[in-house]
């Protein structure tokens, strides 16, 4: 069975600082997809991004970049310059390839301290 | 353009009645996912619809079902409700199966069983 553990249940940065959040993931699967979900308040998740597997270098979208760590199963989610609206609880997710069932790690509390 | 929209947006059962969720997928959108997530945890996939038919099932009871329309809106139902099954449900929306684009999540629905 594919599983996703978030081991640090509560993380904090300073505004403009960078932060890293952690993620492992265990599958015998060499097709998957990994993605990071920010879930503020308001619930509504929001995918800030994700990493195709098959592809070595690291996503990027804009202050976010991953460390993808395929051997070592390790996905980790690097926040540049943070801002008080990155405040929420970020979960990293699994799903292999051609499933629809997308397991998701137990998730990261971010606070931003002004 | 309408993102994924959800209904009630909370609700309070007692335990055994049924109960029925709906999901109105993004426009353009013709698959529908159903989450569930505990407090404290991260969302688990119940199934997916897609051109009306259940594609795919997580590890849930026969409790849970569901159903998706012509117009690809959703209806997630929840026999003999139990007290575990307090959570909020989240429903996402994609285009067609396996897609690695984006599902876009709703604001879901807390239910709360008493």
């Known amino acids: 069975a594919q599983t996703v553990t978030q081991s640090q249940p509560e993380m904090s940065v300073q505004e403009a600082e960078t932060v890293t959040l952690s993620c492992t993931y265990d599958?015998?699967?060499?097709?998957?997809?990994l993605f990071w979900y920010k879930q503020p308040p308001s619930r509504q998740m929001i995918l800030v991004i994700r990493q195709e597997a098959y592809k070595q270098q690291n996503a990027t979208e804009n202050r976010f970049s991953v460390n993808f760590q395929k051997a070592a199963k390790s996905f980790s989610l690097k926040i540049s310059d943070s801002q008080l609206g990155d405040a929420a609880m970020y979960f990293c997710a699994y799903r292999r390839d051609n499933n629809n069932d997308m397991r998701f790690g137990a998730g990261t509390r971010l606070t931003v301290k002004p | 353009d309408a993102g994924v929209t959800q209904s009630p947006t909370h609700l309070i059962k007692t335990r055994g009645q049924q109960v029925t969720l709906r999901c109105s997928p993004k426009?353009?959108?013709?698959?529908v996912s159903w989450y569930q997530q505990a407090l404290g945890q991260g969302p688990q996939f119940i199934f997916q619809?897609?051109?009306?038919?259940?594609?795919q099932r997580g590890n849930f009871p026969d409790r849970f079902s569901g159903h998706q329309f012509p117009n690809y809106s959703s209806e997630l139902n929840v026999n003999a409700l139990l007290l575990g099954d307090s959570a909020l449900y989240l429903c996402?929306?994609?285009?067609?199966?396996?897609?690695?684009?984006?599902?876009?999540f709703g604001p879901g629905t807390r239910l709360t069983v008493t």
């Open positions: 599958t015998s699967e060499s097709d998957y997809y």
């Open positions: 619809y897609y051109e009306e038919e259940e594609r």
């Open positions: 996402a929306s994609s285009l067609e199966q396996y897609t690695t684009d984006e599902q876009y």
């Open positions: 426009s353009g959108h013709d698959t």
